[in-house]
């Protein structure tokens, strides 16, 4: 049965001022991630050139943080939902229509944003490297691929009782090799646990140029991508090309990661994944390779 407004709750809201409130202006920031090429000279004939996880970034053409580096996004129009404008947001930055994209956290610090109070949703989005057209947005004059890294600088556990607390730092590495530009952000990470229930929050503590809050943004979004990638390994799926080697593949788990795998081992836990496509790959510079493709039936259950 469908819910009936009463003649009283009509009343009620006819005479409802909703600027009694103070209200946030609301914006999707978008980190787009993509598989590319290393810029490397000595390969192994055998195999598929290397891969990096790369994220898109864009110069922002306007203040505040002018010149800066930033992940694209944009504010919600009143005729769309904060999907429909972080769709929009995409195609303009990739010229794409349709593509992975995933929320995966909101941001709403008090002070984020100088203009005000903007709160932020954060999407994760996965684009195939060759599918894509590169350009910058409204308000940016320059839009550019980064190489992505992570790591952990160090970690410090104490533990009384039934609480504990877990304070770790981390280095935040984003390098754009065509242009010579170096951003290195650090953040540190405090976990509070009491009686086995646990707060967190992510302090930024040098932003290494970029706009924002947006090393927080992209901290997270690396971490969700990393942890889904540990935890099924799908979602890899969405930044390979519809045909792809098995190298191909190994590549783009291990540069999300951060680590090397064991061949056998990997091929036993994707084989329900991949379906022979009956194809090999024809690139010059290496032997072809026999190419394969998603087995649809174990992703759409």
Known sequence: MSYTISDEER????????????????????????????????????RDPALDLSLLLIRRGQFPYKNCWALPGGFVRPDETINETAF????????????????????????????????????????DSRDYQLRAGTDAWDAQWFRIGLTQLSSERKFDGQDGHISTRYALELTCRSLDIRILARLKEERSFTNCHE????IIEDDGGLAFDHARIIFRAFLSLRQQTENDGRIVFDLMPPLFT????????????????????????????????????????????????????????
Not at 31 to 38: G, H, L, Y
Not at 199 to 202: F, G, T, V
Not at 272 to 290: F, I, N
């Open 11 to 46: 009343e009620y809201l006819k005479n409802y001022d909703i600027s009694a409130f103070p209200r946030p202006s609301l914006t999707a920031d978008i980190a787009i991630f993509a598989i590319r090429p290393e810029v490397e000279t000595d390969r192994n004939y055998r």
């Open 88 to 127: 929009r947001e995409l195609k303009e930055e990739t010229a794409l229509n349709h593509a992975f994209l995933q929320p995966f956290g909101m941001f709403s610090e008090p002070g984020r944003d100088p203009r005000g109070w903007i709160v932020s949703q954060g999407f994760l989005a996965l684009v």
């Open 199 to 202: 707060s967190s929050a992510l």
């Open 246 to 301: 098995l190298n191909m593949l190994q590549d783009a788990y291990e540069a999300i990661l951060g680590k090397p795998l064991l061949a056998p081992n990997f091929r036993r836990k994707i084989a329900p994944l991949v379906l022979d496509a009956g194809e090999t790959s024809q690139g010059a510079g290496h032997r072809p390779a026999r190419l394969y493709k998603r087995n649809l039936e174990a992703f759409y259950q």
